[in-house]
């Protein structure tokens, strides 16, 4: 029981399961026809096994074969459906190459495309063909491909070393490792070399050729060998994922986990290759770091350093970069942190000026700090000629030759001034001001100046200053004590400052750097809507880039749109619009300085989150640093979220405006309903009656007023919708003229004679009352609602009154009446729509008292609901009105 329960997956572990196995689902699936070279036949295989697929009825199509004029390969293509190549035309040639958007457009269940490693045209989409691929296989279509070992990125440096020739055109390890069927295609070297010989791979020239270079005996066993041992490998490790899937018991190889330390030096390209190879067999995950120090990368390091990244991602390893004045504590702590198993580190090749005066050589340093952590060192192979530049060099300066000229000046000028006064200061405090010198300059300036400003002092301080003069020749041992001793602290205090100002200035960068993203963090989450947060990352970006940009946004349908909402420098064609889509779906950078679309004047970046958000486009002056790189991701991740957030916002507030809709829907429904089915229903009963009998004339009065009651009560419901949907639609316009407030009471009180028949009504208006200028229409409905609303929840004979007064250029307008009141916690709530107290009698839509609320408002007025003293609810209305020029007069001559 127990072990059954150790081995029950988690409910995690099963969701994530779930979730990778509904994302391969809805991908094509990629089955690479594998070889050791060219000639053992994967063309032929493939397309053989197209033919089957073909006759079972699956719909596969030819996306781009390369038969190499062999008529046996040639002859299998025959019956099968094959797109037209598209034509590029480059410099002065015409070139074929595979029409990536008619397959697309084909949208077959199997494409059959060659030559996984080719590099396309230039002016295609994508610089390398498995790019092609990967982009039909993200639109659920499968692919069957074909592969040399040699093209296979990890091994193409080892291939190179059996062959001695040097494979230009590679892909990923991961596109491999990917792949959902690898079929090996074998052949023995004797038949292949058969096959040379007779012409069926080659012609008879190039097979000549081959033979005596690539295709020797050797190379082929050895190519061979590669190709089964990388199957082999693979097989291994789907036995792994598939026992681990399933739950099955076994003894796992779990929990290995490399470590690559990387530099600027072109060994390491080879170093994360055999890493790669390590890892792979091992079973383990991998990781590379480069650790950046105070040493000032040259061009030429810069350059090979980002080609030493470049290929770690296309090997699929992960890649940090850390920076740090000590490497070995560096990669330890990074490693015990991340739970690395194994490091790998390049066997230390170089010597210089600082190498030597090291302690200890790096290597064993980091043997004895790395703890539990086993360490691989790797050596290199090099050309014998390069033997001594790698054991002995000397260190690389970045300072420019202005540098060295101004330090010159400085310190001969120094010199000079302390020649003048050599007499009263004496030689041992100019060794003081050339030291004090040293230090000053190093604060400004690298360390060949600092270098050269110290030997220069300790020369100028010994042959004009020290006894005998002008000459180098020192006679006291004590001069000669603090020559050596000048020199040393000089050299030591200017390298060590220079030292402390590069640290410092890398410190301050990255101390810029954390608080741009804080203040971006900050003012992100006070912008208030989506174009505040586009003018603010664009002056962010702007402002710590240098770069303009356009921000392309996704619309309601989750697309993308076709223009830009804020002001820019950037123009984009449609080209260029058709490039921020591509980007958008694939969320994966475009445009220039990638391998997609190269051709274009802009760089196109994802906004990438849980969602695509959109594409933020960019025209790039310099390639970004590797750092600057790290810096912009994490600027656009910042900014991506900043819009998911409030895209999520949005999406938020309508779901609620939906579900109050909803709701507000069920109560119409539910109170309109009630209140048309009693009239409707009154006015059917009394009607089939009067229709079926005769009745005595009384009863048929009786009935006529009954229907008439109800048509009454049915014309009210319905005015009072149609009144609610010319207040919602902000329609209602008052049609102002003079009235008579006796005339509003008096029509309230003739359309309401029935229902006021049990009450007692006062109206109570002053005699100077004059007239007022106003909609009649809307108040007497105003009116009219509020004397219903009394009548509807006062006792019988009590009294309802009708209070006007004018007063500063208002109307006030009361009704009151003797029912029960409000309840203190409603009086917020009852000009609500469809609001009905908790206690109210049935009947009525809960419209009356907002409709009362609208038609004031209109006026410009306010209506206050309150409690009488003595019991009973009392409507205060007030409306700013004119009075008629007449009574103006009257009360003037008053």
Request: aromatic share 8%.
């Amino acid at each position: 029981m127990n072990s059954f329960d150790d081995n029950r997956p988690s409910p995690d572990e099963l969701l994530a399961s779930l979730l990778s196995e509904e994302e391969k689902s809805k991908r094509g699936k990629m089955k690479i026809f594998f070889g050791m070279c060219a000639g053992v036949g994967k063309t032929y295989t493939m397309l053989e096994t197209a033919r089957a697929e073909k006759l079972k009825g699956n719909d596969i199509i030819i996306g781009y074969v390369e038969t190499h004029n062999r008529k046996e390969t040639a002859e299998l293509t025959e019956g099968l459906e094959i797109i037209p190549r598209k034509k590029y035309d480059y410099k002065s040639a015409s070139l074929d190459e595979m029409d990536l958007d008619a397959i697309l457009a084909r949208k077959p269940q199997i494409v059959v495309v060659d030559e996984l490693a080719h590099t396309n045209a230039p002016g295609s989409r994508h610089a390398k063909r498995f790019q092609d691929i990967l982009e039909i296989l993200d639109n659920g279509i499968n692919v069957y491909t074909t592969l040399n070992v040699q093209h296979l990125e990890s091994r193409s440096e080892t291939v190179a070393q059996i062959t001695g020739i040097i494979v230009r055109e590679t892909v990923p390890d991961e596109i491999f490792e990917n792949a959902d069927e690898v079929e090996v295609i074998d052949l023995i070297p004797d038949e292949l070399l058969q096959r040379l010989s007779e012409g069926k791979v080659y012609t008879p020239e190039r097979s000549k050729e081959a033979i005596e270079n690539f295709f020797r005996k050797g190379n082929i066993t050895a190519l061979r060998e590669m190709a089964l041992r990388i199957v082999a490998d693979r097989v291994d490790k789907q036995l792994h994922d598939y026992m681990q899937q399933k739950r099955i018991r076994g003894p796992w190889k779990s929990g290995l986990s490399l470590l690559v330390a990387i530099d600027y030096k072109q060994q390491s390209t080879r170093l994360l290759r055999w890493a790669k190879n390590l890892s792979y067999s091992m079973g383990a995950t991998i990781q590379a770091i480069y650790v950046e120090t105070l040493h000032k990368l040259t061009p030429k390091e810069n350059e090979q350093l980002d080609k030493n990244i470049n290929v770690a991602k296309q090997l699929g390893i992960k890649f940090r970069i850390i920076t740090n004045y000590d490497v070995v504590k560096a990669i330890v702590d990074f490693a015990q942190k991340e739970n690395i198993t194994h490091i790998i580190v390049g066997k230390p090749r170089v010597r210089n000026l600082y190498s030597m005066l090291r302690l200890e050589n790096f290597a064993n340093k980091l043997i004895r700090y790395s703890g539990n952590i086993d360490v691989y060192i790797l050596g290199s192979d090099s050309q014998a000629k390069d033997h001594f530049k790698q054991k002995v060099s000397v260190p690389a300066f970045t300072s420019n030759i202005r540098q060295y000229f101004i330090i010159n000046i400085f310190v001969i000028l120094t010199a000079i001034i302390c020649f003048l006064v050599k007499d009263l200061i004496g030689y041992q405090v100019v060794s003081f001001v050339l030291l004090f010198l040293v230090s000053i300059l190093a604060l400004f300036y690298g360390t060949g100046p600092i270098l050269l400003a110290a030997t220069m002092s300790a020369l100028i301080w010994d042959y004009f200053f020290i006894p005998p003069h002008f000459t180098l020749h020192v006679e006291r041992p004590v001069d000669m004590l603090m020559l050596v001793m000048f020199f040393i602290i000089a050299l030591m205090n200017g390298i060590l400052t220079s030292r402390v100002r590069r640290q410092e200035k890398k410190i301050r960068i990255r101390e810029e750097r954390t608080h741009a993203l804080y203040q971006l963090t900050r003012e992100l989450s006070q912008a208030p809507g989506i174009d505040e947060v586009t003018k603010l990352a664009v002056r962010y970006i702007r402002k710590f880039f240098t770069l303009d940009c356009a921000i392309i946004l996704k619309n309601e349908f989750n697309e993308l749109e076709n223009n830009i909402r804020h002001d820019t420098n950037i123009k984009l064609s449609k080209n260029d619009l058709s490039i921020a889509a591509w980007v958008y779906r694939h969320a994966a950078k475009a445009g220039k300085n990638t391998d997609t679309l190269p051709s274009s004047d802009y760089t196109f970046y994802p906004l990438k989150g849980d969602n695509n958000m959109g594409v933020v486009v960019v025209k790039h002056f310099d390639l970004f640093t590797q750092g600057e790189e790290q810096f912009w991701e994490s600027f656009l991740s910042q900014i991506s979220g900043r819009y998911e957030r409030e895209f999520l916002r949005t999406a938020a507030r309508k779901a609620y405006l939906l579900n109050e809709s909803d709701k507000l829907y069920k109560t119409l429904f539910n109170s309109i309903s009630h209140e048309l089915r009693i009239p409707v229903a009154t006015i059917m009963g009394a009607s089939d009656t009067l229709l079926s009998q005769n009745y005595p004339d009384d009863t048929k009065l009786k009935l006529y007023s009954e229907i008439n009651t109800a048509s009454i009560r049915l014309n009210r419901l319905i005015e009072n919708l149609l009144n609610m949907s010319r207040l919602e639609s902000g329609r209602i316009t008052p049609r102002m003229d003079w009235c008579d407030v006796h005339d509003l009471a008096n029509k309230v009180a003739d359309n309401l004679k029935e229902e006021l028949q049990p009450f007692k009504l006062a109206t109570v208006i002053p005699a100077d009352m004059p007239l007022v200028y106003l909609d009649f229409g809307l108040i007497e409905q105003v009116l009219h609602n509020l004397v219903l609303n009394a009548t509807q929840n006062a006792p019988s004979g009590t009294n309802i009154r009708l209070k006007f007064f004018y007063d500063q250029e208002t109307l006030t307008m009361q009704v009151m009446d003797r029912g029960e009141g409000f309840k203190p916690s409603e009086l917020g709530e009852i000009f609500n729509k469809f609001y009905r107290g908790k206690d109210a009698k049935a009947g009525g839509t809960g419209l009356g008292l907002s409709i009362v609320k609208g038609f004031v408002e209109a006026h410009g007025g306010t209506v206050i609901a309150g409690n009488r003293q003595n019991g009973g609810a009392i409507f205060t209305i007030k409306i700013p009105v004119k009075i008629s020029e007449m009574n103006q007069f009257d009360k003037q001559d008053e």
